[in-house]
């Protein structure tokens, strides 16, 4: 069964700094990991999706990496803003029975002005 | 481009009341089709997908059901609402590759 962590569960830096999300997940049979944003009342928007082959993506101050080896996905995010201020989760798409995802608890991220 | 589309906003209704919550999806055809709840401070829990029409698949035993009478809309069901049918559900569609989600109903059953 295919459990997906994320740590911390709540995260808050000054506005500015570089930081890091962490996914790590138990089966490394995954077809593709995607990142998401959800802010407080709304629903998730996709922030990056990476593919089983791939090693990481970016998509202006984001940036994923997948390691499946070794079942860990970071998600990088450069000069934080408190804009970036959100819930973030991680969810991975399974090889068999790949209709499905399985998120992770997902990090409540703060950026402080 | 793809917009899905998903309403109410905001529900509240009382106990032993039905419930339709309905989703449609623009711009793409044969789309998989999925139901999420988000329980307060919890994650998300899969309810129900769908990779055709009539074609439903339940995860969890619970007092909801789903249907999809059309390609594009996939409707969340329920006889008699319980209290801890409340939360926050999402709507959202792939085609095994990005999911992308509504914008939610916050259901409060009182």
């Known amino acids: 069964k295919q459990e997906v962590t994320q740590i911390p569960a709540a995260l808050s830096v000054p506005e500015g700094e570089n930081l890091v999300l962490n996914c790590s997940f138990t089966?490394?049979?995954?077809?593709?990991l995607q990142w998401f944003r959800q802010d407080p009342g709304k629903g998730l928007t996709s922030l990056l999706l990476?593919?089983?082959?791939?090693r990481e993506q970016t998509s202006g101050r984001l940036n994923a990496s997948l390691d499946k080896s070794s079942g860990r996905s970071t998600l990088y995010i450069a000069a934080s803003q408190p804009g970036d201020s959100a819930t973030y989760l991680c969810?991975?798409?399974?090889?068999?029975?790949?209709?499905?995802?399985?998120f992770g608890q997902g990090t409540r991220l703060t950026i402080n002005p | 481009s793809q917009t899905i589309h998903q309403w109410p906003a905001t529900l509240v209704q009382p106990v032993g009341s039905p419930l339709s919550l309905e989703c449609t999806v623009e711009?793409?055809?044969?789309?998989?089709l999925y139901w999420y709840r988000q329980a307060a401070g919890r994650g998300l829990q899969l309810l129900f997908y769908?990779?055709?029409?009539?074609?439903i698949s339940s995860e969890v035993p619970q007092n909801l059901s789903a249907s999809r009478p059309q390609d594009r809309q996939f409707i969340l069901s329920s006889k008699k609402l319980l209290l801890s049918d409340s939360g926050f559900y999402l709507c959202?569609?792939?085609?095994?590759?990005?999911?992308?989600f509504g914008s939610g109903t916050q259901l409060s059953v009182l």
């Open positions: 959202a569609w792939s085609h095994f590759r990005e999911l992308f």
């Open positions: 089966d490394s049979a995954i077809y593709n």
């Open positions: 990476i593919q089983s082959s791939q």
């Open positions: 969810a991975v798409r399974r090889i068999q029975g790949a209709q499905k995802l399985v």
């Open positions: 769908s990779v055709g029409i009539g074609q």
């Open positions: 711009g793409t055809s044969n789309p998989n």
